[in-house]
Each structure stands twice: as structure tokens, then as C-alpha cells.
């Protein structure tokens, strides 16, 4: 960028995360209404508060349908059609093994293994019934309980970008706690890092360069704790109930909209490295960086960003080889 470009950024916590928007010119109240936004749909979409929409509809599970705003239906529209992908490892109504397993929260433990059993008896996908006509969410059985976690951000990410181009903001960039937006293409592109896990907070094993594409990361590192010297993350397998158990310490997924990043992470980490890249041949509009626990990064394809390796106890590996 060249001497006479200033980025300014504007940061806040919200959804539990730090939030990070970065402008090219100097704007405190188009940046608080870009916070604000955020807030409007944190409080619509969360399921860590007694009161949301989305509790609504959990609070009448095996009881009611409930009525929701068009977006929050939109969203659980999209969240059921990604659970209800061949082989998906993502499941929209995981929330009952979420609470139970508390992961990042304050007591979290592991669960007695007939608890699991019982409660991925309430994580059924299916049971979860939506109508177009009046826009309502019917959980069928008590105790179900949708969660929103893995898209919500990609989904809000998405709505930042689309509120500052209507804005006249022509170059931006937001991050919601690792669900990246970037909008147009300053000089040089935006340069994004990629986490070292488990290190210290500007710790970074490369960069990706991007112009107007989302990145998202997902990792294990993000949210964990220890018991036993096993490691447990906040990322389910919804066939077992326990916390996916695989290679990757994170995974990276570049697209156009952020929500497709933050399904494909999840997705992703159900497939692991070899079948991922095997399924990611078919979208060329989404591309995949993993991290594996041995310490090698392996591109699915790079052609919508530049990849630049900057640590070297890491192994740039081809998906093709
Ligand atoms: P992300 O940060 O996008 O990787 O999403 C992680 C969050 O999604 C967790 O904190 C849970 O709230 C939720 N979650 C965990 N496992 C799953 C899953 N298999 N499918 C859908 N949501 C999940
Ligand atoms: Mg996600």
C-alpha cells in the first residue's frame, strides 16, 4: 500500500469474540453501526443467553412451532440443507451434546458415555421441521435444541459486507473472531494471517493474499480443554457425539461468502485432509487450507488467493501428490 493510505481499525467484543473491522477512511459512526448490526443479529441468533429467537424456538421443543424473523428462518433453512449433505459432519441441531459438553465454558468436562448416547438421540436433523408458509421451527421431540455456532458469524460476516457496499464502501475488511469478510482490493490485496495453533496471539504460520473473498478458520486450538492429557475441542462429530478426532489442528476455507466458509470448515474437519480434497474438486468457487498435527499445510487448490509459507518448522504439501 503506498504511503498516503491509512487503514484505520475500530475493534470491540461481541458473540464472545474480539471484532475487528479495518476502513480506509476515518468513520466512528458508520463503524459503531457496523457494531450495532452485529449486535442486532448476535441477539437474534444466540443460544448463550435464556432469551433469542433462536432459544424461542428451543425452549418449545416437543411443544410448538415458533414464528421467526425471515432471517433467522433463512438461516436455520440453510444450516438444515448443509446437515443434510451426504456424509455431513456439520448438524444444526447438535445442541444438546454443545451444553452438555460446555467446551470453552466454565465446567466443562467429559460426559459419561450413556449421557452421549442419550443425547445424540436428540440431535436428529430430521426432527427439525420447517414451514415456508408462516416461516415457524418446530423441534420434534423436548429437549432439541439448535445451534447455530458453526454459521452464525459466516452469516453475519456476509451481512456486514453487503451493509458497507451499500454503504459506498468500496475497500474493508471484517473479522469476527476468525470469520474473515474482506471487501474490495487495496494495493498489494489483503493479507491475511494464518494462526500457528496453539501458540502465542500474532503467531502465524503463513499469509494468504485475497481480494473481495472471505476467509474463515477453524480450529482446534480455538476453544479446548485438557483431561486425562486428551485433548477435547469444541468441534463435534455428530456420529459419535465426541469432539472430531482426526489430523487437523485447523482448517482454512477461502470463498466468495463467508457462510459457505464457515459450513465448509465444519464440513471439512468431518472429512479430513484426503476425502476433503476429494470433495472440494467438484467446487472450484471454494478452496481449502489444512493444518495438520504433524505440521504440514496442504492447499486443497490455491486459486483464489496466494499462499506465502513464512514458519519453518512447517511443510507446504501439494493435495495432488
Ligand atoms: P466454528 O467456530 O465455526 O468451527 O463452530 C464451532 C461451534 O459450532 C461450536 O462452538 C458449537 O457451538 C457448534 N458446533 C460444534 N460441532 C458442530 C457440528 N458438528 N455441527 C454444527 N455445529 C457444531
Ligand atoms: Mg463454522
Known amino acids: 500500500m503506498s504511503d498516503t493510505t491509512r487503514v484505520y ?3 470491540a467484543i461481541l458473540m464472545g469474540s474480539p471484532i475487528l473491522l479495518k476502513l480506509f477512511v476515518h468513520d466512528e459512526a458508520l463503524a459503531s453501526r457496523v457494531f450495532r448490526l452485529i449486535k442486532q443479529y448476535e441477539d437474534l441468533l444466540t443460544v448463550n443467553r435464556a432469551q433469542s429467537q433462536v432459544m424461542d424456538i428451543n ?48 465446567g466443562d468436562s467429559v460426559p459419561p458415555a450413556d449421557e452421549i448416547t442419550h443425547l445424540l438421540t436428540l440431535t436428529r436433523h430430521d ?16 429437549g432439541m435444541e439448535i445451534d447455530l455456532g458453526a454459521i452464525a458469524k459466516g452469516y453475519i460476516a456476509d451481512r456486514v459486507r453487503d451493509f458497507l457496499r451499500q454503504e459506498g464502501v468500496a475497500q474493508g475488511l471484517i473479522n469476527l473472531g476468525g470469520n474473515v469478510q474482506t471487501l474490495g482490493m487495496p494495493e498489494g490485496g489483503w493479507s ?55 489430523e487437523l489442528n485447523s482448517v482454512t476455507i477461502v470463498s ?40 504440514e499445510v496442504v492447499l486443497s487448490s490455491a486459486h483464489l488467493y496466494r499462499f506465502t509459507l513464512l514458519d519453518n518448522e512447517y511443510r507446504l504439501t501439494d493435495s495432488t501428490v
Open 256 to 295: 466468495t461468502n463467508s457462510i459457505d466458509g464457515d459450513i465448509w470448515t465444519t464440513l471439512m474437519y468431518g472429512m479430513g485432509v484426503e476425502k476433503g480434497c476429494a470433495a472440494l474438486r467438484a467446487r472450484p468457487d471454494i478452496e481449502a487450507i489444512f493444518v495438520t498435527k504433524k505440521k
Open 59 to 106: 425452549h418449545a421443543a416437543g411443544q410448538r412451532a415458533v414464528k421467526v424473523s425471515s432471517p433467522v428462518y433463512a438461516l436455520i433453512k440453510c444450516a438444515k440443507a448443509a446437515s443434510e449433505l451426504p456424509q455431513s459432519a456439520f448438524n444444526l441441531a447438535i445442541g444438546p451434546l454443545v451444553k452438555r459438553w460446555r467446551i470453552g465454558f466454565k
Open 127 to 142: 426432527q427439525v421441521i420447517l414451514n415456508d408458509d408462516d416461516e415457524s421451527v418446530f423441534l420434534a421431540q423436548p
Open 9 to 11: 481499525s475500530y475493534s
Open 192 to 246: 491475511i494471517g494464518l494462526k500457528k495453533p496453539f501458540s502465542t496471539a500474532g503467531a502465524m504460520i503463513g499469509t494468504l493474499d485475497v481480494e473481495n473473498k472471505s476467509v474463515v478458520t477453524s480450529g482446534v486450538y480455538e476453544r479446548f480443554f485438557e483431561q486425562d492429557g486428551q485433548l477435547y475441542h469444541h468441534i463435534l462429530d455428530p456420529r459419535t457425539g465426541y469432539p472430531v478426532n482426526n
